[in-house]
């Protein structure tokens, strides 16, 4: 059986015809489906970076966490869509299946076979030319449209993008504090479970975040409930708080309270100490913010717990320790007494978020403490039994006649209540006060005790003012 | 005759040609046999094929009406064998029979038997002694048969029709199985329909037959067999027609849960030659050159059906092997 010249030059164009149009037919339904896995795989993968990076910002790790982890995702699925697309000898099956999809009744699968033998027949020359002609004027782009997954794109695309947001926008480090207000936040209420903060890890705002809590703590003076960002900005300093719990990194912390360095370690003791107590009035002036007590509580409690141990290794004696009457006390300043020529220092907070108007009165004086007087008013944390000391209940209760309705605007506003105008006041004062013992023993809080008669009258005059 | 391969030019005209001769062929026989379109196909697909057929029905549905058509219609030598327990196997082959001289004496002189036609019926063959039944087989075997020490070839095309009535089995003498096998396809012929009956009267009981003119002849007959064979077949279509083989087989593993149960023996190779060989004539049909999986599958019923042995369950529960053929075109893997 010979061929003819023509069969001859004929043959070779067809045979890689079909070989070709097979071959391509089959990479371009191997890219349609490597496609549609890899669109069902991104949201996944971008999932999965999101996730890390929350993870990392939760835990506090590095950006690259996120980063590898998104890297390695979509190095595997460029890689799977690289393999996929490569050329290689199509199998029977997947003729067969290219040759099903195509209504082509079993042509290709038969031509595909031959394509690859020299059968040397006149017949299957024949039937490769006329493959090849019915291969040729078929469209494979059509037979396997590649998806645009438009939907899969969109997820993927928001998914990364929040990643990203929070690998970049929203870290650890970037925190800071913008017209009064905290910066955003990590996640609200977690302050419990919060990573120990390293000393090289103390936030560059938070000395400045914190003095603005107390400031607010004694002040009375909180941002509206509304203010989600505010909010979200006092989570975050409470996750902070309640990660200090490295000692180097809570003198790091009242060292900058201080606004000094190079402090020796008895002075930073004292600070601390200072701090600590500062923290723990602060804490008992926040009784309708209760995430926001536990965590001051819990910070007081681990400076005092930081102090006393600094002052153990320098040979002091905890119980001696006392409050500096410097500004470390924060902007609790001496303020006039009034009538009374004693040296009594005020320090009036309100409760803002009850309405009540529930004012605690906190007295104290320079002066030696007598017998009869009790000059100290520890709010919380003072015990009745120990000279200084207060009880919260007593003074209520000897105040209670004082209740005065507040205003958020205290600059001179008269609130009438019972026929009586009453002026509210804000005073600066200077408090000190004996402390007994490093850590604070809540089971000992009482509250302050009843104003003495002989300074009733000026208390009352005090907040009374003729028209 | 020696045939040279055309080229692809020629394919195609080969190709168009077999299609036309095949198409002519079957509606000429319509013109007299109405409906059974399947049992005309098969059988002009035996003939081209160089196989025999075996046909299966109730009296009267057109079986002879069939192959005498066919028969007129190629232009080939018809004979008809009604078989019966006393026919003997001279009464097929011919005999040798004493003659005279015309100086005297005497000679004798072969006298060739009805099988030396082209077409043959052997109606009821399942009626005939096994002795006689082997000599027609011999003839279909071997395209031969022998008389004394003489072999007479038989013309080409040769072609053998039996006929079995499934309803009369009593005093009968099945064929056994080694012989089934040698036929090329079973064909079933069905009672016709209504639309069908009222066609069969009217053309019947008119007062002349219609009339078949005479499509292909003899050598073309044997020039369409010719380009069957030239038809591809791709390796992956052939095996399927091979594992279709196989799964008949009850130990095999391509074996399907209904052969396992009933059957004892399966097909034997000339089913998967009777696949594949029909398998091209319908890729020819449809004006292809190349064999598909579906032209195997086609071919499945009338190739498998009598060569696939039931065993006593099989017998017992009254297995059609129909049913085993179609379990086997669900089941068998394409690929």
């Given at each position: 059986m010979s061929r003819t010249d023509s069969l001859h030059r004929a043959m070779p164009d067809s045979y890689t015809l079909v070989r070709d149009a097979v071959a391509g037919a089959d990479r371009i339904r191997r890219a349609r489906d490597a496609s549609r896995r890899l669109w069902r795989a991104a949201p996944a993968v971008a999932g999965a970076a999101l996730i890390a990076a929350a993870v990392s910002r939760w835990r506090g790790w590095s950006a690259l966490v996120?980063?590898?982890?998104?890297?390695?995702?979509?190095?595997?699925?460029?890689?799977?869509?690289?393999?996929?697309?490569?050329?290689?000898?199509?199998?029977?099956?997947?003729?067969?299946g290219i040759d099903s999809a195509a209504g082509l009744g079993g042509e290709l699968r038969s031509a595909s076979w031959f394509s690859g033998r020299d059968t040397g027949t006149d017949w299957a020359d024949f039937h490769l030319q006329r493959a090849a002609a019915r291969l040729g004027a078929i469209d494979w782009t059509q037979l396997y449209p590649v998806g645009r997954a438009r939907f899969s794109r969109i997820v993927t695309g928001l998914l990364v993008v929040g990643a990203v947001a929070l690998m970049v926008v929203a870290s650890p480090g970037g925190s800071g504090v913008r017209g009064g207000a905290l910066t955003p936040a990590a996640t609200p209420g977690n302050t419990s479970s919060a990573p120990?903060?390293?000393?090289?890890?103390?936030?560059?705002?938070?000395?400045?975040?914190?003095?603005?809590?107390?400031?607010?703590?004694?002040?009375?003076?909180?941002?509206?409930?509304?203010?989600?960002?505010?909010?979200?900005?006092?989570?975050?300093?409470?996750?902070?708080?309640?990660?200090?719990?490295?000692?180097?990194?809570?003198?790091a912390l009242a060292e900058a309270m201080a606004l000094s360095s190079g402090l020796s370690a008895a002075q930073i003791a004292q600070k601390m100490q200072a701090l600590a107590d500062r923290t723990k009035r602060a804490a008992d002036l926040s009784m309708n913010r209760p995430e926001v007590r536990a965590a001051l509580e819990e910070l007081s409690q681990e400076l005092a717990k930081t102090a006393a141990a600094e002052q153990s290794k320098n040979g002091e004696d905890p119980s001696d320790a006392t409050a500096s009457k410097d500004s470390s006390q924060g902007e609790s300043g001496k303020a006039e007494a009034g009538k009374d020529s004693e040296d009594a220092s005020l320090q009036f907070t309100k409760d803002a978020g009850?309405?009540?108007?529930?004012?605690?009165?906190?007295?104290?004086?320079?002066?030696?403490?007598?017998?009869?007087?009790l000059p100290g008013v520890g709010l919380g944390g003072a015990s009745g039994d120990r000279p200084g000391g207060g009880k919260m209940a007593q003074l209520e209760q000897a105040l209670r006649h004082e209740t005065v309705d507040a205003s958020v605007d205290t600059a001179g506003e008269n609130v009438v209540t019972a026929g009586t105008r009453r002026k509210t006041e804000h005073g600066n004062a200077a408090v000190t006060f004996t402390r007994g013992a490093g850590t604070v023993e809540r089971g000992r809080a009482s509250a302050a005790p009843a104003v003495p008669e002989a300074r009733r009258t000026g208390v009352q005059t005090y907040f009374v003012r003729k028209q | 005759m020696t045939h040279t391969l055309p080229g692809t030019q020629d394919v195609a005209r080969s190709i168009d040609q077999f299609r036309e001769r095949f198409t002519r062929i079957t509606q000429e026989v319509g013109r007299r046999i109405v409906g059974h379109e399947e049992v005309v196909n098969g059988t002009v697909t035996s003939l081209l094929a160089g196989g025999h057929v075996l046909l299966e029905g109730i009296p009267g549905v057109g079986k002879t009406s069939l192959v005498r058509s066919l028969a007129d219609v190629l232009h080939l030598k018809f004979a008809r064998i009604q078989f019966t327990p006393d026919l003997m196997p001279a009464d097929i082959v011919g005999t040798n029979i004493v003659q005279e001289h015309s100086h005297g004496g005497t000679f004798f002189e072969f006298q060739p038997g009805p099988i030396f036609a082209n077409v043959v019926l052997a109606d009821e063959i399942n009626r005939a002694t096994p002795k006689t039944q082997s000599a027609l087989l011999e003839a279909m075997q071997d395209v031969s048969v022998s008389v004394g020490t003489t072999t007479y070839r038989l013309e080409q095309p040769f072609l053998v029709l039996a006929t079995q009535n499934p309803i009369?089995?009593?005093?009968?003498?099945?064929?056994?199985?080694?012989?089934?096998?040698?036929?090329?396809?079973?064909?079933?012929?069905?009672?016709?329909?209504?639309?069908?009956?009222?066609?069969?009267?009217?053309?019947?009981?008119?007062?002349?037959?219609?009339?078949?003119?005479?499509?292909?002849?003899?050598?073309?007959?044997?020039?369409m067999r010719q380009v069957a064979r030239s038809v591809p077949i791709a390796r992956p279509v052939q095996a399927y027609a091979i594992r279709m083989t196989l799964a008949s087989h009850p130990a095999s593993p391509y074996a399907t849960?209904?052969?396992?149960r009933y059957v004892r023996y399966g097909a034997s190779p000339r089913a998967a030659q009777a696949l594949v060989l029909a398998g091209k004539i319908s890729a020819l049909n449809r004006g292809q050159a190349f064999v598909s999986i579906d032209d195997i599958r086609g071919a499945a019923l009338p190739a498998l059906r009598h060569r696939i042995l039931l065993n006593f369950e099989g017998e017992a529960d009254e297995v059609n092997t129909d049913t085993i053929v179609d379990e086997l075109l669900a089941s068998v893997a394409t690929e």
């Open positions: 996120p980063l590898a982890v998104l890297a390695l995702g979509v190095a595997a699925l460029s890689a799977h869509g690289l393999v996929s697309r490569r050329r290689h000898d199509v199998s029977d099956a997947a003729a067969a120990v903060l390293r000393t090289d890890m103390l936030p560059l705002a938070l000395p400045k975040d914190l003095e603005e809590l107390l400031r607010e703590a004694e002040t009375g003076v909180a941002p509206p409930a509304a203010d989600a960002a505010a909010a979200v900005q006092l989570q975050q300093l409470l996750a902070q708080l309640a990660a200090l719990q490295d000692p180097k990194a809570l003198k009850t309405g009540s108007g529930i004012g605690v009165l906190m007295t104290s004086s320079d002066a030696a403490p007598s017998g009869d007087v | 009369e089995m009593e005093g009968t003498y099945p064929l056994p199985e080694a012989q089934l096998d040698r036929f090329f396809f079973k064909l079933k012929v069905k009672y016709p329909s209504e639309e069908a009956m009222h066609q069969i009267v009217e053309r019947t009981t008119r007062d002349a037959d219609p009339v078949v003119t005479r499509v292909v002849d003899g050598p073309e007959i044997l020039e849960p209904l052969v396992k």
